[in-house]
Each structure stands twice: as structure tokens, then as C-alpha cells.
């Protein structure tokens, strides 16, 4: 074995993000994320989202699907992400066991409530879900593994604010006429959500749904993920809410609990 350093970049690496990006694999990341974002895309489609010209886009596409980054529907011609896109993803989710602690408890917590459960994680400074078990009611929430939500405007991204330490988020964009842009309104919202052990996302990213969640803390007693319920505000009533809150509640603790983590003291 090797005495030298194991290091993550090389020797002679400078911090310059331009002078140290390779253009073809960003374009070909540009083009992943675009296929993830959407149901498919045409080559047509695909050119004109990242102002490149179709062959170019067709190299960089072959590309791909040799490793199975990418597919082709021949009967649409239409672009999808492909298998070998999920067996990345995949390896990220096994990066931590909180997927797999998580599921037993969020199966239950859709049993008990008949709606969507979801477990989600800050990632640079959004929540990114990660998975969810689905109700199988008609009207349901949907967060397929990978879509991302701003922190404040979404349950779980509530949650884990609330027992974060205190930092300046910059403008608080609006979503619904219920979304929270004030930052004291933000802060007192936070507050009471650290009293009463759940957040609320109320109509606040998407008009019509509501979503109670909870966070899942390590053991130093910092949040590292959440778990939600998610679904139609009539179907969520104000009656209801402590009671669903206190279900959520006590899913994230026991994926804390299986996480050999523990819950800080509220305030």
C-alpha cells in the first residue's frame, strides 16, 4: 500500500471552477439533469433547452447511453434518464442508512394517516426528498425521489431549520398567497414549531396541499433529515393536524432512535 497522502484533487489543483471544468462532461451533465427533470425529451427538445446544436447533442447523448445514462424511446423518439442514472442515485442513498431505517416507520406513518409519507434531507441549501410511500388514494401528493423544494416554503425544510443554528436564508421567494417571505415571520414560525414538535407547510409551496413534518437528528442532536406526511388540506383539517402532528413526531423518533441519535431539548 502506498505511503503517500490519499488526497481528492490533485497537487497542483487551483480553486478556479472555470479553469477547472471540463466542458463536454458538463454539457453532458446539463443534459442528465434536464431528462431528470422532465417525463422525456426530444433531441429537438433537448438542443434547444441548452442552446447547443442537435448533432452535438446527439454525440453527447450516444455517449451517455453507452453507459446507460440515458435511452431512447425509438417509438416517440424521446430521451429518458436510464438504469445506469438510478444505479448512481443509488449509490448516494447508500451513503447513509437513513433510507433504510426510515422505511419501516414511514410505511407505518402512511398506514396510520392514509396519506403520502416522505423522508427528505438538506442538500445546498434546499430539501432534496429521497423517498416516499405512497397513499393510494386518487388525490395524493407526489415527490419522486430527487425533486427538490426551498426550505421555506416546504415542511420538511421548516423542520430542519427550526433545530438548525440561526442563518440568514436571503430573499424568501413567494410561491402561494400563503407562503411565508418575511424573515420574522420565518423565525416565529420556526419558534413554534420547535414548541409544539412538528412544522407545517401550510398551502405554502403548493395551493391546496398541506404537509406536517418532523425532524430525524444523529447523535449529537443535529437535525440531519425529516419525515412528512403530505396531502390534500381538506383532507388535513385544522382538527386533525395535532393528531397527525404527533404521528409524524413520533415516526422521526424512531428513525432517530434506530440512528443511535438523540432529540435536543426544545426551547
Known amino acids: 500500500m502506498s505511503d ?18 471540463v466542458r463536454a462532461l458538463d454539457r453532458a451533465m446539463a443534459l442528465l439533469q434536464a431528462l431528470a427533470a422532465s417525463d422525456g425529451l426530444t433531441l429537438t427538445e433537448l438542443a ?19 453507459r446507460q445514462m440515458v435511452e431512447l424511446d425509438p417509438k416517440g423518439q424521446v430521451w429518458h434518464v436510464g438504469p445506469g442514472t438510478f444505479r448512481a442515485g443509488a449509490a448516494f442513498l447508500r451513503r447513509t442508512n437513513v433510507v433504510e431505517r426510515a422505511r419501516a416507520p414511514m410505511q407505518a406513518l402512511m398506514r396510520a394517516t392514509d396519506e403520502t409519507a416522505n423522508l427528505g434531507i438538506e442538500q445546498q441549501g434546499e430539501v432534496l426528498f429521497l423517498t416516499q410511500v405512497e397513499t393510494q388514494r386518487a388525490i395524493r401528493a407526489f415527490f419522486p425521489p430527487g425533486t427538490r423544494s426551498p426550505m421555506h416554503a416546504s ?6 431549520l427550526a433545530w438548525s443554528p440561526a442563518r440568514r436564508l436571503g430573499p424568501l421567494a413567494g410561491f402561494t398567497a400563503a407562503t ?16 409544539r414538535g412538528f412544522a407545517l407547510d401550510d398551502e405554502e409551496r403548493t395551493p391546496g396541499m398541506r404537509c406536517v ?24 383539517p385544522d382538527s386533525l393536524l395535532e393528531a397527525v402532528g404527533a404521528r409524524v413526531a413520533a415516526a422521526a423518533a424512531e428513525v432517530t432512535e434506530s440512528l443511535g441519535g438523540q432529540a435536543p431539548k426544545s426551547d
Not at 4 to 21: I, L, S, V, W
Not at 180 to 195: F, K
Open 4 to 21: 503517500q497522502p490519499r488526497r481528492g484533487r490533485p497537487k497542483a489543483f487551483h480553486d478556479k471552477t472555470e479553469q477547472n471544468t
Open 180 to 195: 411565508i417571505t418575511d424573515p420574522e415571520a420565518l423565525q416565529a414560525d420556526l419558534a413554534l414549531t420547535r414548541a
Open 48 to 66: 434547444q433547452a441548452q442552446g447547443e446544436s442537435p448533432a452535438t447533442v446527439y454525440r453527447v447523448l450516444s455517449t451517455l447511453a453507452q
Open 213 to 236: 413534518a418532523a425532524a430525524v437528528f444523529n447523535s449529537h442532536g443535529e437535525p440531519v433529515a425529516g419525515v412528512s406526511v403530505s396531502g390534500p388540506a381538506f383532507r388535513m
Open 155 to 160: 415542511g420538511i425544510g421548516k423542520a430542519l
